[in-house]
Each structure stands twice: as C-alpha cells, then as structure tokens.
C-alpha cells in the first residue's frame, strides 16, 4: 500500500512524534511506500490568505471558494499546496497523527486541511443542483481510499466514554472523520486514540501503547471503516440532505449517520 | 458591558467582514465598549512552536503543557499572547465572528485559543486530584462572563437539521461551545448561524441576517444560556466525569450534557 503519514507536533520526542516513528517504521517493514508530512519540519504555512492566490488579479473581494477553483482548475496553486495535493493523490492510505488540542487537531494541521482542500478537489465535486449535491460523503476524489486518526488525548478514557463530561470520543471526532475524511470519501478507520494524562506516559504503558497501534497499522489494509452512510446511497432525502425517515430509528444523536447493523449485514452478505 | 469580538477572515468585504462591521457599531451605539481582535489584520501567528516560550533553556523535549505552565506563571510569555489575554481578563463578553470551514473554525483563530489559552489561564486550573479534576466547565478563569458564536455555514440549514446529513449544528458546535468556550468558564449563548449558499448572499437575505444579528446583539447581555451541566455541580461523578445515572435519562448524544428542563426550572424557580 501507499500511506501518507501527516503528522503534527513541535517536539519530534513527544508522545506524538515517537508513535509517527513508529508508524513510519511499521508501515515500511510491512513492505509499504510510505510518504511523511512533518508539517512543523516543513514550517508549513497555517493560514489561507490572498498569498494562496498568487494569479489573482481582481480587485474584488477575495472570494475563498471562487479563488480556490480558479487557482485548482488554472493551476495556479502555491507549490506547497500542489505537493500536498499530489501526496494526497498517490496514497490510497492516510494516516493524521497529531494531539487533541482543545477536542480538534491543532492549527497547523488544520491549516493544512484549509489550505488542500481545494475547491473542485475535496469539495465542490461532481454536479451541484437540485437532483444531486455534489459527489460527497463517501464520493469524491478520494473514493476507495482509506483514512485513519491517530490521536493523543489527555485525561483519563472515562471522560469521553459514552457519558464522560467531555463528549464521547466518537462524537468529539466527528466533524474530522466524517466532516473531513468522509466528505471528500475516504472510507474512514475506527481512530486510535492513546489517552495519557498529565502530558506524560510511562514506559511500561507506552509499551502497551505500540503494541496496540502496531496490530491497528498491520491491520490497516482490511480493517472495516466506520459504517457512514453515503450521501448518495438512498439515505438521504436530496436536496434537504435530511435521514429518510425510518432509518436509525433506534439511533440518536451524530451516530444516526451510521448504518445501521441490519443494513450493514445485508450489505456485506 | 465590555466586549472582545475575535473575528477570523482573510477579506474585510466578506460576510464574516460585515457581520463583525456590524456587530462593533451595533454594540458600540448600544452604549458597549468594544475590543476588536482581527487575526488577518494582526497577522497572528497561529502555530505553537518553541518560539512561544522565549525563556526556556533546557534541553529537554519540548512539552507544551509544561512549557505553557512556566511561560504563564513568570510572565514570560510572548507579548502577543499576553495581549489578547489581557482583552480576554477585561472582556465580560467574547464573540466569535468566523466562517465554519470543514465543520471547524479557520486555522487562525484555532491557533489563537492554542496559543492564549495558557495553563493555568485557561486550563491546568484549581486543584486536579481524585477528589477534584480542575475548575472546568462552568468554572475557572472566565467564570460569569459570557460568549457567543457568530459563523457563517456554507449550505442549507436542512443540512445542519436534527437529522440533517453534516450532523446537527448543536453537535457540531458542541467542541467549541462546550469543550474551548464552557470548559474554561464561560455562560456559553446559543450560537447566531447565519447559513449562506455557494458563497453568496443577497441583499434581501443580508438584511434578514443583520436583522436577526442585531437582535441577538441586543439581547447579548440577559440571553439565557446553553444549559451546559457543571463539572463540579454534583452531575458527574469525581474523578471519572462521567454522568450520574438517571440524569439526562431521555437524552441521547452530546445532549446528556444539557441539563433536563425539569432541573432548569428548579434553579431559577
């Protein structure tokens, strides 16, 4: 397989950077291409601005979304933004490795994904009307590919288990795994998520640590994604976008977005 | 009242542009002091780095945690995040103005919760033992100011709905609103969405959102808000945070954590 790793930390020591090592190493030893984003070595730029834009000569308002599709369809990208993209193209796996840095990924890394996700290449996909709103949610240019958080977390497991006061880890992580990795159609891995508290970790739990995140990279080829629904798979009402009704009768909240277990047998069968 | 509006885009003439234009004469002609933090204008850095704590020496792996720690305790910190805590410690209300880029905030406004929201400001604060985790969610530094949310959300608000396809608005809010706005003190306000299509908005549409806007403005001081339970208001139990059984029984989701309209009316009967 090909897996691009991206990784975000300042301090090639920390937890992080020993656990992106080690995925790198895995990854490689089990035969793999792998390619490395270390966006804080690449002093990668955080912010979209008008530098993103260096063809544009109007002196209307900067249009973020009208600047980006003219700047993807012209070819007139900033080259950093262009390799990303070509990273991004070649991988048919990716890995984002990085802390929960106030229950989202730290602002580089989001930077990243402002500055990438160009308009025409991770939205803005596919035929926008009334009958159809974009290829999206398990369409898009990264359909068949697959895409796995690896997040540290701090304090303890509890507090984001089903009713721990910080949300549950799986709706925590939503608007990533499904607002930003489902949406342009990765299939999306269940995340790992080393949890540590105090920003420290203990050798004898770290060992632990790899031991688990090692049988998730040696499984990463065939482990089954989260069940998202599609958006254009029937599930929807178009173009309101709404859960026809009836379906995640018994669900509530953000999991309602995934199949349920009957629909995903009969998938499968 | 005194208000700090952070406002987050990359062009003045923008929505998000006008609607913080806005909001600043609306609140200034309200009788209200105003400080405006324009990330774009300022050029904020939006990368934690090293750089963030000139005073370090060791040689030691880079922890942010305890870096943050000792950079805020001696008064060592850089002098733009030492700034915009001041405005935040003068401030009794905050207002966000940004656009919800992939389902998130843009990366430099995370970057400055990143870099202001120090420990021992806006974390590691209070005791943090198996009897007490902190002074979070409704405690801590920003105890008994408030804040609000003003975003722009590309789409259609059905998309946003209790079962709309991007999750609902409430959820995918709930990171900011709960995890970086309650956690460290604030009365967080219902959020003020204005939901645009395909990056436009037209002059009948603008003048209902400034409408709308400019109501919620003037409400912004007795609004009532979001029901977020408290840390440490006996709903959760010490020191695993997770919800009492029987509380928040027919809640489902990120919900739990709204206190039932029952115990709602019990406290301000």
Not at 3 to 24: C, I, M, Q, T, W
Not at 76 to 90: F, G, H, S
Not at 203 to 226: C, M, W
């Amino acid at each position: 397989m090909r897996v691009l790793v991206v990784y975000a930390h300042p301090e090639p020591r920390s937890l992080n950077g020993r656990l992106k090592d080690f995925a790198v190493e895995r990854l490689r030893m089990s035969g793999h291409d792998v390619q490395l984003s270390d966006l804080y070595a690449m002093c990668w730029k955080a912010t979209v601005d008008s530098a993103d834009f260096p063809s544009r000569t109007a002196p209307h308002p900067l249009s973020i979304i009208a600047a980006s599709q003219h700047a993807y369809a012209t070819a007139t990208q900033t080259a950093d933004v262009a390799t990303e993209q070509r990273k991004l193209l070649w991988a048919d796996t990716l890995i984002l490795q990085f802390p929960l840095w106030w229950f989202s990924m730290p602002a580089i890394l989001k930077g990243w994904i402002d500055r990438v996700y160009a308009f025409g290449f991770a939205y803005g996909v596919g035929e926008h009307s009334r009958e159809k709103w974009g290829e999206r949610y398990g369409e898009g240019t990264f359909k068949g590919k697959r895409a796995m958080l690896s997040v540290t977390v701090g304090g303890w497991a509890e507090h984001y288990s089903e009713r721990g006061i910080n949300g549950r880890i799986d709706d925590v992580l939503f608007p990533i795994n499904h607002g930003i990795l489902h949406y342009p159609g990765f299939d999306v891995l269940p995340p790992f998520v080393a949890v540590y508290q105090a920003d420290w970790i203990d050798d004898a739990r770290f060992h632990v640590t790899l031991k688990e995140f090692g049988t998730r990279l040696d499984a990463i080829g065939h482990t089954p994604p989260i069940p998202y629904r599609k958006q254009n798979g029937g599930d929807y009402v178009i173009p309101t976008l709404e859960l026809k009704p009836g379906l995640s009768a018994a669900r509530h909240g953000l999991a309602i977005h995934l199949a349920d277990a009957a629909e995903i047998r009969s998938v499968t069968r």
